[in-house]
């Protein structure tokens, strides 16, 4: 995060530096939460590969039919139905890798997933942005890259992402403008949508541009990642399916995730729609190792539940909460590393969006997520990127970046001597062990207002999400793109435009 200086309330602010700096590379200390006994775990297990084996999964794409098939699998070219033998299942398990190094432009933001690692990735895909002072609006590319700007500027904020949808921007050039402005906004790895193989194969050389390798170095270093979802219940469509095969043949990372609505797309208990998803990763993750053997992959989750009155979808929900511990214990079943979200169904940055929102960050880093996707932006229920939203999101994980720091506990940090120079009756404001501390003893925030009432009154009495407004527009107005070598940033430039002279490359459907 950039350094900030304001007054505070109750402290210095010398070491807020330091303090974003620890944001990087987050390692959660923290038993993961199980609300599944052993034998619950394996059974689900169980029930997800008898339901690949003997229903399957429709597979749209002939490519994935046909790489499958040369696997092993039974496939019913008439009716598209896939079958998975438990046992290729397991033999493609077997071969993914525990953690993967994302390696970023500068390497000071490559980022861990797996282990005990945490990777923060900003709200990605809403057609619409929204703020204070324009209100709800399609997304624009003007948008896109203001986004890409904020998500660089917080460093607990680890990769970029596809944050809104530039819709003024024709869908066949789209990827190449995402492209550019997360590889010249930012240093940190970026999102690509999977939308066929000639729009993935711009950008992979996009990347390689950026990286300045070729096409062989690009197969064993994961510089960028996407999220490939199923449809379902038990379907893989052309993009999803081709995305998972692009991915996995050029080594960089994709995320299997279904996306589950109990009582709706899924069984309405938790563990039907739980074994639901846990058998379409199964199938995601064992397709990418068909592909390539070793191939960076993830386990994800996205299982919440529907409002039975309306049929909306519903997150945050304390059902949202269980169900993504459930999804951490089964991933950790199969030994992948396990993506996660944050998520409302609010429909403006208030508090229905953080308290949902913070339901959810409980669920995923309470239940031992690697990667939470979505942790900032997402509002609507994933139609609107608001930037008032991320402000407030960006609040939340930095307060959880702090619980994840360890706490000293030395006899020094005890502080005896402390309580002797304070005495019976004494404050500790002044002491020796206070004034060497008081700093960076304790978390300055960036949203929460801590003054009291009148002092925050006589100064306009701003609400956190106004606020919020008032810090994405400084850190827009102060932001200082990353260093990038001027021949690299022509090559790519002088690639988007030929590529858009040649009419982009159309998406697959």
Same mark, same amino acid.
């Given at each position: 995060m950039r350094a900030r200086r304001r007054d505070s309330h109750r +402290?210095?602010? *010398?070491?807020?530096?330091?303090?974003? @700096?620890?944001?990087?590379?987050?390692?959660?200390?923290? $038993?993961? *939460?199980?609300?599944?006994?052993d034998d619950q775990v394996e059974s689900m297990h169980l029930a997800a590969l008898g339901m690949l084996e003997r229903q399957g999964m429709r597979v749209l794409s002939p490519r994935g039919r046909a790489a499958l098939a040369s696997a092993g699998a039974k496939v019913d070219e008439s009716s598209q139905m896939v079958h998975l033998d438990p046992g290729l299942v397991s033999t493609a398990l077997a071969t993914v890798?525990?953690? *993967?190094? /994302?390696?970023?432009?500068n390497p000071l933001r490559s980022s861990i997933v797996g282990g005990r690692h945490v990777v923060f990735a900003p709200v990605a895909g809403p057609p619409n942005a929204s #703020?204070?002072?324009?209100?709800?609006?399609?997304?624009?590319?003007? #948008?896109?890259? #203001?986004? &890409?700007?904020l998500a660089q500027a917080f460093d607990v904020i680890h990769v970029l992402g596809q944050m809104v949808e530039p819709q003024d921007v024709a869908v066949s050039e789209r990827h190449l403008e995402t492209t550019l402005a997360q590889l010249t906004l930012g240093d940190k790895v970026?999102?690509?949508?999977?939308?066929? $193989?000639?729009?993935?194969?711009d950008c992979f050389a996009m990347v390689r541009i950026a990286h300045g390798i070729d096409e062989a170095t690009l197969r064993w270093e994961p510089l960028c990642y996407t999220i490939c979802n199923t449809n379902s219940p038990l379907q893989l469509d052309v993009p999803m399916t081709d995305g998972i095969i692009d991915f996995a043949a050029n080594g960089q990372l994709v995320i299997v995730t279904p996306f589950t609505l109990a009582g709706a797309m899924a069984p309405i208990t938790i563990a039907g729609a739980l074994t639901l998803a846990h058998a379409e990763a199964l199938f995601g993750i064992t397709l990418a190792q068909i592909i390539q053997p070793g191939a960076p992959v993830m386990y994800g989750s996205f299982t919440s539940n529907v409002d039975m009155k309306s049929g909306s979808p519903a997150f945050g929900t304390p059902e949202y909460t269980k169900a993504a511990f459930g999804a951490g214990q089964l991933a950790r079943r199969i030994g992948v590393p396990w993506r996660c979200s944050s998520a409302t169904a609010a429909n403006a940055p208030d508090a229905q969006a953080a308290? $949902?929102?913070?339901?959810? /960050?409980?669920? +995923?880093?309470?239940?031992?997520?690697?990667?939470v996707l979505h942790a900032a932006g997402w509002l609507e229920g994933g139609l609107t990127a608001s930037f008032e939203k991320f402000i407030l999101d960006v609040e939340m994980l930095q307060m959880f970046a702090e619980i994840f720091q360890p706490v000293p506990a030395s006899t020094e #940090?005890?502080?005896? $001597? +402390? &309580?002797?120079?304070?005495?019976?009756?004494? !404050?500790?404001?002044?002491?020796? !062990?206070t004034m060497k501390r008081y700093r960076d003893a304790f978390y300055i925030p960036l949203v929460s207002d801590w003054r009291n009432f009148g002092a925050w009154s006589d100064d306009?009495?701003?609400?956190?999400?106004?606020?919020a407004c008032s810090l994405w527009r400084d850190? @827009?107005?102060?932001?200082?793109?990353?260093?990038m070598d001027p021949d690299v940033h022509q090559a790519l430039t002088e690639f988007v435009e030929r590529r858009r002279g040649e009419g982009g490359a159309p998406p697959v459907s």
């Open positions: +402290a210095g602010t *010398v070491g807020q530096t330091e303090r974003s @700096l620890r944001y990087r590379s987050l390692v959660n200390p923290f $038993e993961p *939460v199980r609300v599944f006994s890798p525990p953690e *993967v190094n /994302l390696i970023a432009r #703020d204070l002072q324009r209100g709800k609006r399609s997304g624009s590319i003007a #948008d896109f890259r #203001d986004f &890409v700007r970026p999102y690509f949508y999977c939308r066929g $193989e000639a729009q993935l194969a308290y $949902e929102s913070q339901m959810s /960050l409980w669920g +995923a880093l309470l239940g031992g997520c690697n990667f #940090d005890i502080g005896i $001597e +402390a &309580v002797a120079e304070a005495g019976p009756g004494g !404050h500790f404001f002044a002491t020796a !062990h306009g009495a701003k609400t956190a999400t106004e606020r850190t @827009l107005a102060s932001f200082q793109p990353p260093t």
